[in-house]
């Protein structure tokens, strides 16, 4: 069948169509200066941070594994990253606040503009907001901070929670895990740090906003969660830039710890700029009973490499991967998920929604891992890619490594291409082609969306159709 | 039964390709509104064809000849517009779109159509709904279909029916049914003859059936029927010529023609 016309009509520069785009005026508190990663930047971010020596010491050995660790074969194209030209470390303000008013003017417009003040006052338990390379603000309900919740950035916890730091930080993901994860372990800063006692169950979402803004800026935010026996929370992570000529760098490192009968939500809406390289590791280790959920929803970057894990580690434990990626011109989206059953009576599913437009490439790549001695393992993985012209792309690559014999698994995995059978159907009850178009998109995506909280449901339904009007809205 | 002047869709000397395929060859029909008509014919003869060309399928090209609604040449309008000045088509296969609730589709539907026309006010879902369920109702259509989406997983006889819905609710001028028959057992059959009936008694709609039998005749009176072969109307009359159509098959007419 001929190439749909809205081919054309729909293939458009994206560029203009990303509202997220401004940029803020800002003079840096401090700032690392490009001309690549040395040992001096290292320890000039720890002694800024006033950082206990072990920190220092982790610091220094993640960026030898960095330094030695070849860049990745495989995924997307890394060529463009250039080292030399990014800023490691910039620091805004002096230290972060609690209360929007002491935040510095131009930072607070920036997250007004974001919407991230108002959502916090409407529906959010506790929110933080990154700008550049720290926490500018990082806020609890009371009744949180009463019952022991802990949501702090990831460095105000390392200084006032040293113990229960250090007992947990790089245990899920070890520097040498990745040469992504070593420069994060080399140069992290800011993020979120989480710690849900025994039993506290957080109804609402606790939101952490990410903003880069400088040009050439490398984001590289640290995020540890401990959800304690019987607890559950929900978090939600949302992140954009402004776009410049040249390229950024966010590299993020998420460890979660669900411990026994805990369940932990981790919802992601990325929409960088297209000139953000996204190379995020997140993992998770989900003991007895307990319940890991991630809801990943990819839209922006230049390239994205991100496949949330979850390691199920003892009897009963559940995991979940649920994605969505939008791979738009100019854009890669190489996602996917990762589950490893190191216990028996585990089970896990995976549902994976790829839409490419505009010669936009997405790669569904994953890993689903039955260790040895690991019995009465169910998985479900489904992928489905949605071509919506003929010059995108799309690609699976499912691994299966199954070491035992008493499993279930289920494999599914489609690519459908938008018809102008489909389209002809549509327009033909009085629907504009975009209109047929953004509603076969919208219905295809709908299974990931209605899993979100109303309010970020409506925005990513809002997201998806300005990335099919080509209009800003 | 609407008595205000009558919507024309007035197709004149059309010819239409795939390709470098001919399939239509100067098809002359004239349809208004409160008339049935009926097109039988045998297969190939380009019955769908004629359907798709007058709503605006890209996959055909006109190359000659003119359809015109209400003294306006619709041949260059995209599909929705044909939808919106008050076109139909009730597909012979409808397509599947996933996500997509029929109550939610059909309510933008018509929506879109409202504000095509100059109308201000839209139908909210507390309007739309006890329309929509009447309607269904008269389908003998279950009511859980309008949550789900739109003909995903739907027996035949369900897609048919519920094109007749969306028939009902769209309240076009002129609605052609592509074979709106196929597929359906002489239950089912007895249910969408009776929800077009309906619709065209409540609505003085013109009717254009695309039929390969006559026992959807049976149950639809058409004030016309027309044969088609290779691409033209080969012959016309009243209901006896689907009777005797019938009866003696294609062949005898196909002969006296030739």
Same mark, same amino acid.
């Given at each position: ?33 490009? *001309? ?38 495989? +995924? ?7 080292? !030399?030209?990014?800023?490691?470390? &910039? =620091? ?31 529906? &959010?338990?506790?929110?933080?907001? =990154? ?38 930080? *790089? ?18 800063? +800011? ?14 979402? &606790? ?7 400088? !040009? ?5 935010? #640290? ?12 978090? %939600? ?5 402004? $776009? ?31 000139? %953000? ?40 434990? #559940? +995991?979940?991967?649920?994605? &969505? ?20 009576? $585990?089970?896990?599913?995976? %549902? ?5 437009? +505009? ?19 169910? /998985? ?11 010059? /995108? #792309? ?19 995995? $489609? ?5 102008? !059978? =489909? ?51 | ?53 007058? @709503? ?69 879902? @507390? ?132």
């Amino acid at each position: 069948m001929a190439v749909p016309k809205s081919t054309q009509k729909l293939i458009k520069n994206t560029l203009d169509d990303y509202k997220f785009g401004f940029k803020t005026k800002n003079t840096a508190v401090f700032k690392t200066p490009q *001309g690549g990663l040395t040992r001096e930047i290292v320890e000039a971010i720890s002694s800024r941070k006033k950082e206990p020596k072990w920190m220092l010491d982790y610091r220094l050995k993640a960026l030898e594994i960095f330094e030695k660790k070849a860049m990745p074969k495989w +995924g997307g194209d890394l060529s463009g990253i250039n080292f !030399e030209k990014i800023h490691y470390y &910039l =620091q805004p303000q002096d230290k972060p606040k609690t209360d929007w008013n002491d935040v510095p003017k131009d930072i607070k417009d920036t997250f007004e503009k974001l919407g991230i003040p108002e959502a916090e006052r409407k529906f &959010l338990a506790g929110t933080g907001a =990154q700008f550049e390379s720290e926490m500018v603000y990082h806020s609890l309900q009371k009744e949180l901070t009463k019952k022991g919740v802990v949501f702090e950035s990831t460095d105000v916890a390392l200084q006032k929670y040293p113990e229960i730091f250090k007992e947990y930080f *790089g245990k899920v993901i070890p520097a040498h895990d990745n040469k992504f994860s070593a420069l994060n372990s080399a140069v992290w800063s +800011g993020g979120s740090f989480i710690y849900v006692p025994k039993g506290v169950h957080i109804e609402l979402p &606790l939101q952490a906003y990410f903003r880069i803004n400088a !040009e050439n800026m490398g984001q590289f935010e #640290r995020t540890l969660i401990i959800a304690d026996e019987g607890s559950s929370v929900h978090y %939600v992570e949302g992140c954009t830039a402004p $776009t410049y000529s040249t390229d950024s760098l966010h590299s993020a490192v998420v460890e979660i710890i669900v411990k026994k009968g805990a369940r932990v939500q981790y919802t992601t809406i990325q929409n960088w700029s297209t000139n %953000v390289y996204n190379l995020v590791t997140k993992r998770a280790f989900a003991y007895r009973d307990a319940e890991m959920f991630w809801l990943d929803c990819n839209l922006g970057s230049k390239l994205t490499m991100k496949y949330p894990a979850i390691f199920l580690m003892e009897p009963g434990a #559940r +995991g979940e991967v649920q994605s &969505l990626a939008f791979a738009n011109s100019n854009q890669h989206q190489d996602a996917g998920a990762k589950i490893v059953h190191n216990a028996s009576n $585990t089970t896990s599913k995976i %549902v994976a929604k790829s839409i490419s437009k +505009g010669a936009g490439r997405s790669t569904y790549r994953g890993l689903l891992k039955v260790s040895k001695g690991a019995k009465n393992i169910k /998985s479900h993985v489904s992928c489905d890619a949605l071509l919506l012209d003929g010059a /995108s #792309r799309s690609d699976t690559y499912p691994t299966m490594k199954i070491e035992e014999s008493e499993v279930a698994i289920a494999h599914e995995a $489609t690519v459908s291409k938008i018809g102008e !059978e =489909q389209l002809f159907y549509l327009m033909s009850r009085g629907l504009t082609e975009e209109e047929a178009a953004s509603s076969i998109v919208n219905g295809f995506a709908k299974p990931i969306i209605k899993q979100l909280p109303m309010e970020y449901a409506l925005e990513l339904n809002r997201l998806l159709e300005l990335e099919m009007t080509g209009s800003v809205g | 039964m609407n008595i205000k002047k009558k919507d024309t869709l007035e197709i004149k000397d059309l010819h239409a390709n795939i390709g470098d395929l001919k399939i239509l060859n100067g098809i002359n029909l004239t349809i208004k509104s409160g008339e049935i008509h009926a097109i039988m014919g045998p297969n190939g003869s380009g019955k769908s064809t004629l359907c798709n060309v007058l @709503m605006g399928h890209p996959k055909y090209e006109v190359t000659k000849g003119s359809a015109k609604f209400n003294g306006k040449e619709i041949l260059d309008l995209e599909p929705n517009e044909r939808a919106h000045l008050g076109l139909f088509l009730g597909f012979q296969h409808p397509l599947e779109v996933s996500g997509v609730s029929t109550g939610t589709f059909l309510r933008l539907a018509k929506n879109l159509k409202l504000k095509a026309n100059g109308e201000t006010k839209q139908i909210s879902p @507390m309007e739309f709904m006890p329309i929509l369920k009447q309607t269904m109702g008269l389908l003998k259509m279950d009511e859980k279909f309008i949550t789900r989406s739109v003909n995903e997983g739907f027996s035949g006889g369900e897609k048919k029916r519920a094109e007749i819905v969306q028939m009902a609710i769209l309240e076009p001028k002129i609605a052609m049914l592509d074979e709106i028959d196929s597929g359906l057992d002489i239950d089912a059959l007895k249910i969408v003859a009776e929800g077009i009936n309906e619709t065209f008694k409540k609505t003085g709609l013109g009717v254009l059936l695309i039929t390969h039998y006559q026992r959807l005749l049976n149950y639809i009176t058409p004030d016309f029927v027309h044969v088609m072969a290779k691409g033209k109307i080969i012959k016309s009359g009243d209901k006896k010529l689907a009777k005797e159509l019938e009866k003696n098959g294609y062949e005898e007419i196909l002969k006296k023609v030739k």
